[in-house]
């Protein structure tokens, strides 16, 4: 009886590691423990207080009924406006959908587009909710690695070599989470040839656009008008504008039966996003010159420096120097076989489990992006923080035998 209770669909997935190991340094730290946090991937900026000034207006003028299950119409308007200005990407308002955050545009995306056994190509080390979502919209999850000593870049005759009748989907992520990879114009092209000779679509998550040093963002869809056609652009305000918690992102797709398919899918699970959200992304959008993202920018910049030059001098850690976003991906492989304090660390998650335990740093493990060999840490934690944290895995390493 007891095996009857949850459908296969939910066996099949598991909690998304990064929200799970945060929610345990977070539980760590309100019981009095000094846990540093290199989980989950959230600006450590508050939201800017325009967009905040911009809730507070929607709820003293009583914006707090249901909008259009897209959302409300100057919201898609402005994003239209954005979209064009800064991504060269012309859509009209019913173009947009907005949703729950990027990961519900996404799941939105896959759940409308995907039927049992349709494979969707994910490139490794993906981030960890792509995997479960294609899972949960049916679909089959297609894995092409990237290897760190490639630089985590593409190898195109692997890639098409797993294209077959049954794949339909290639999900891009640019800058990528975890690696920090930034496609260049000729990758980008390249995928698109790729897509267009197979006759697939491509769903392009561009969360962290903003956060990128040395290269410029360039939005696949941008190249020409067929690539267009066949991408799903997938975007939000979480990182943009430090509004994880508000749960604002959206879709843009220039296919009207998609973009009436997945307004159809939202308005019989979520209706609209919250309304008060919305206006605040209303006015993270229509009031620009209020926030200079570059100020954001080059501390991130500076925490990515140092942060890898330290995981660097670490004798049994190796790090590649991330493009955009803000995480490090170091491989830790030269840990495993060895004891800490007599605790053997066999993979990364022994090497995760015993350093929150003994050292309480929270680190995410390589295998929820898809590689073993790995950690993950956000470095948009405070500098103090980051040094700190930083001390303490060197410690550990140091103590490995
Ligand atoms: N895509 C990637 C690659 C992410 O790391 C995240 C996590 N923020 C999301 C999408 C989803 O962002 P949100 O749902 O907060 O808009
Ligand atoms: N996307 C962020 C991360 O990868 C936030 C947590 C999540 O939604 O997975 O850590």
């Not at 297609?142 to 985590?152: D, S």
């Not at 290639?170 to 930034?182: A, D, E, L, M, Y």
């Not at 939000?236 to 508000?246: D, H, L, R």
């Not at 066999?346 to 003994?358: G, I, Q, S």
Request: charged fraction near 25%; charge should be neutral; hydrophobic fraction near 40%.
């Amino acid at each position: 009886m007891e095996n009857r209770v949850l459908s296969d669909r939910v066996l099949n997935i598991t909690a998304s590691v990064t929200l799970a190991i945060t929610n345990k340094a977070r539980e760590m730290k309100k019981s009095g423990i000094e846990v540093i946090s290199f989980g989950a991937g959230e600006p450590d900026f508050d939201t800017p207080s325009y967009i905040k000034a911009g809730a507070k207006r929607a709820l003293d003028e009583g914006f707090t009924k249901y909008t259009a299950t897209s959302g409300f119409l100057e919201l898609r308007s402005v994003i239209c406006d954005k979209l064009l200005k800064e991504n060269n990407l012309s859509y009209k308002p019913n173009q947009i959908i907005v949703s729950n955050g990027a990961k519900h545009a996404l799941f939105n995306a896959l759940f409308s587009l995907c039927n049992p056994w349709d494979e969707v190509i994910v490139f490794s080390p993906y981030w960890v909710t792509y995997i479960d979502q294609i899972k949960m919209s049916g679909a089959v999850p297609v894995v092409v690695e990237t290897e760190k000593n490639n630089g985590f870049r593409i190898d195109f005759t692997k890639f098409e070599e797993r294209i077959t009748d049954k794949t339909k989907i290639i999900i891009i992520n640019s800058p990528n989470n975890p690696t920090g990879v930034v496609y260049s114009l000729d990758e980008l092209k390249e995928i698109a040839r790729i897509a267009k000779k197979y006759n697939l679509y491509v769903i392009s998550d561009e969360i962290y656009e903003k956060v990128v040093y040395s290269k410029k963002h360039i939005s696949i869809a941008s190249l020409d008008d067929d690539i267009k056609n066949r991408t799903i652009v997938i975007n939000g305000f979480s990182k943009s504008f430090s509004m994880t918690g508000w749960r604002i992102g959206y879709l843009a797709t220039s296919n009207n039966n998609i973009a009436s398919a997945v307004n159809k899918v939202q308005s019989h699970m979520t209706s609209n996003a919250n309304s008060i959200a919305q206006k605040a992304a209303f006015t993270a959008l229509s009031h620009d010159c209020d926030f200079d993202f570059n100020a954001i920018i080059s501390k991130f910049l500076s925490k990515r420096n140092y942060i890898v030059k330290e995981l660097n001098s670490m004798s049994l850690i190796s790090c590649s120097e991330p493009d955009g976003a803000f995480y490090a991906f170091p491989d830790i492989s030269k840990c495993f076989g060895k004891k800490y304090k007599g605790r053997l660390i066999k993979d990364d998650l022994d090497f995760c489990e015993v350093l929150l335990e003994e050292k309480k740093v929270a680190v995410v493990p390589g295998s929820a992006f898809g590689d073993k060999n790995f950690i993950r840490l956000s470095y948009a934690l405070s500098f103090e923080d980051m040094l700190n944290g930083i001390s303490r895995i060197e410690d550990f390493c140091n103590n490995l035998e």
